[in-house]
């Protein structure tokens, strides 16, 4: 059984710092690109980062020099590093897997990702 479950969402003043990580299990983790995704109230999910098989790394331009997408493949685990964290960034944070066994780049589309967790929310007081 698949499964992806998010960690280390919180409140943080603007200016601060917040690492969420992903853990998966039911599949071999190295094998998949991973993504990070978010959805604040009343807009879109947004892709923010992902992370392909060969670790080949996807921002999104708001995200830019202040987030920083990894993965441990020993640990089966993703993290997303976010620094300079704004008001914006507020939103539910969700790790996705794709859908299919990845090639050596990812892509931000929700579309490509099958799997979900259940986010964990993130808020940016200013």
């Known amino acids: 059984q698949v499964q992806v479950r998010e960690s280390g969402g919180g409140l943080v003043q603007a200016g601060g710092s917040l690492r969420l990580s992903c853990t998966a299990s039911?599949?071999?983790?190295?094998?998949?690109?991973m993504g990070w995704f978010r959805q604040a109230p009343g807009k879109e999910r947004e892709g923010v980062s992902c992370?392909?098989?060969?670790?080949?790394?996807y921002y999104a331009d708001s995200v830019k020099g202040r987030f920083t997408i990894s993965r441990d493949n020993a640990k089966n685990t993703l993290y997303l590093q976010m620094n300079s964290l704004k008001p914006e960034d507020t939103a539910v944070y969700y790790c996705?897997?794709?859908?299919?066994?990845?090639?050596?780049?990812?892509?931000?589309?929700?579309?490509?990702?099958?799997?979900w967790g259940q986010g964990t929310q993130v808020t940016v007081s200013s």
């Open positions: 996705a897997r794709a859908a299919k066994v990845g090639g050596p780049v990812c892509a931000p589309n929700a579309a490509e990702y099958g799997y």
């Open positions: 039911g599949f071999p983790f190295d094998a998949y690109a």
């Open positions: 992370i392909s098989r060969s670790s080949n790394k």
